[in-house]
């Protein structure tokens, strides 16, 4: 087992592993592997576009450890739960707007001190700003075809100064019509009116299929 220079992530051969912060428990049929005596959870990039994004273009600036994190689209906490491996002392807000999502998230976070469920719709983050304050890290993953404006909103709201983003930016939520290059330059024109600058892109073929990751500083 390798240790990365990302939190509690780990490789080993061509696959990716997180430190298991509740040995002896799986969230998703996950395989679990020792290695002297440290249990490890496979983070799989077929189920998470953060696994593929780290595979596919780690080591990069955006992956450093942050101490607090917004989550949008945390869904039922696939890749919520590697983050809360590998980020143990930072602080993870969690936002999901369904509540049949919310209940395995909510079940997850009770067994996880770094977890901070809000059930809420990521369109509005007046609602939960005060709660979330102001985070070195946002990522997004809510696949809507606003996913541009939703994550500027959000880093108004709750990115610190000098703060970075990850955008899972979903081709296919925005247009049936149009290409991936014109769907990102249109998400980077919008950002870019809005003050937030795209550092570089990543495209998540093959482990997910019109899905590319964008990289946001201000
Ligand atoms: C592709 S799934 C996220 C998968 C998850 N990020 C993972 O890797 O384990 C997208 C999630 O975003 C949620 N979602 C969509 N629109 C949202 C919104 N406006 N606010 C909050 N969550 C939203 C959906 O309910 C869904 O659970």
Redesign the pocket.
């Known amino acids: 087992m390798e240790r990365t220079a990302w939190g509690e992530v780990y490789r080993h051969g061509k696959d990716l592993y997180t430190r298991n912060a509740r040995p002896g428990e799986r969230v998703y049929g996950e395989d679990l592997l020792t290695d002297h005596e440290v249990e490890y959870r496979h983070w799989d990039p077929w ?4 696994a593929a994004l780290l595979l596919k273009a780690a080591p990069q600036p955006w992956f450093v450890s942050p101490r607090s994190l917004l ?10 739960s590697h983050l809360s491996d590998a980020l143990p002392d930072a602080s993870l807000y969690v ?4 509540p049949v ?1 919310f209940a395995p998230l909510l079940a997850l976070s009770r067994r996880r001190a770094n977890l901070y469920p809000l059930l ?4 509005l983050p007046e609602r939960y700003r005060a709660d979330v304050g102001e985070v070195d890290l946002l990522y997004q ?4 075809r606003t996913q541009a404006q ?1 994550f500027a909103e959000n880093a108004e709201a709750c990115l610190r100064g000098g703060g970075r983003g990850i955008l ?1 930016l ?1 081709v296919r939520s925005v247009t049936q019509r149009r290409s991936g290059p014109s769907v990102v330059a249109e998400a980077r024109r919008t950002l870019e009116q809005r003050g937030w600058k795209v550092r570089a892109t990543e495209d998540l073929t093959p482990f997910a299929r019109d899905h590319i990751a964008l990289m946001i500083t201000g």
């Open positions: 189920r998470s576009k953060l989550y949008l689209g945390g869904a039922h906490g696939t890749t919520v936002v999901e707007k369904s999502s809420a719709d990521a369109q993953d809510v696949a809507q939703i899972m979903k």
